[in-house]
T-cell receptor, first 111, second 116 residues
Framework: GQQVMQIPQYQHVQEGEDFTTYCNSS?????IQWYKQRPGGHPVFLIQ?????EVKKQKRLTFQFGEAKKNSSLHITATQTTDVGTYFC???????????FGQGTELSVKP | GAVVSQHPSWVICKSGTSVKIECRSL??????MFWYRQFPKQSLMLMAT?????????EQGVEKDKFLINHASLTLSTLTVTSAHPEDSSFYIC????????????FGAGTRLSVL
């Protein structure tokens, strides 16, 4: 079946270091979305990418959608302790309106 | 905008009892809502898609009679865990899909269910 795979599962960084999580889909996606879930919290929508090769920035976060629309990445520059949480990518299922979520990347930042 | 309220946030119940969880879209109408279950350190597992005015669509392996879903209005969906057992203890999260064509989901705060 349709799958969205995300790596790494965990990432531990020192504050100030960069962080990247990668997302790969088994099928071409019409769009890809990124969510952040803080420890003990719920997923919060960050961004949606629609166009092939699209790059969007939100302050220190850079999101990229691959040319083939099958992969995506989230890069955080100079991590801060407020970046701690699990980052999920998600793509629409090719049948119906549900989203297929990646396994998530848990980021911990050591001050 | 796009606020989803989920209640209760935390519930403890005895084995064999039923628990109802409510999910409300506060500032938009949601014809489609989703119910997820999340285990510690794991991703979101979709349980069912809740459609206003029609029967929910359950994912494979999810017991329809165990997890009753009702979407009676454009702003409210409920999940009832019937005859709860300790293995049903989990974090349940609902989401509502945006009204536009972007298919963005807005999540409730989640409900932590502990069955004793």
């Amino acid at each position: 079946g349709q799958q969205v795979m995300q790596i790494p599962q965990y990432q531990h960084v020192q504050e100030g270091e960069d962080f990247t999580t990668y997302c790969n889909s088994s099928t071409t996606l019409s769009n890809i979305q990124w969510y952040k879930q803080r420890p003990g919290g719920h997923p919060v929508f960050l961004i949606q990418l629609v166009k092939s090769g699209e790059v969007k920035k939100q302050k220190r976060l850079t999101f990229q959608f691959g040319e083939a629309k099958k992969n995506s990445s989230l890069h955080i520059t100079a991590t801060q302790t407020t970046d701690v949480g699990t980052y999920f990518c998600a793509g629409p299922h090719n049948q119906g309106g549900k989203l297929i979520f990646g396994q998530g990347t848990e980021l911990s930042v050591k001050p | 905008g796009a606020v989803v309220s989920q209640h209760p946030s935390w519930v403890i119940c005895k084995s064999g009892t039923s628990v109802k969880i409510e999910c409300r879209s506060l500032d938009f109408q949601a014809t489609t809502m989703f119910w997820y279950r999340q285990f510690p350190k794991q991703s979101l597992m979709l349980m069912a898609t809740s459609n206003e005015g029609s029967k929910a669509t359950y994912e494979q392996g999810v017991e329809k009679d165990k997890f009753l879903i009702n979407h009676a209005s454009l702003t409210l969906s409920t999940l009832t865990v019937t005859s709860a057992h300790p293995e049903d203890s989990s974090f349940y999260i609902c989401s509502a899909r945006s009204q536009d064509s972007k298919n963005i989901q807005y999540f409730g705060a989640g409900t932590r269910l502990s069955v004793l």
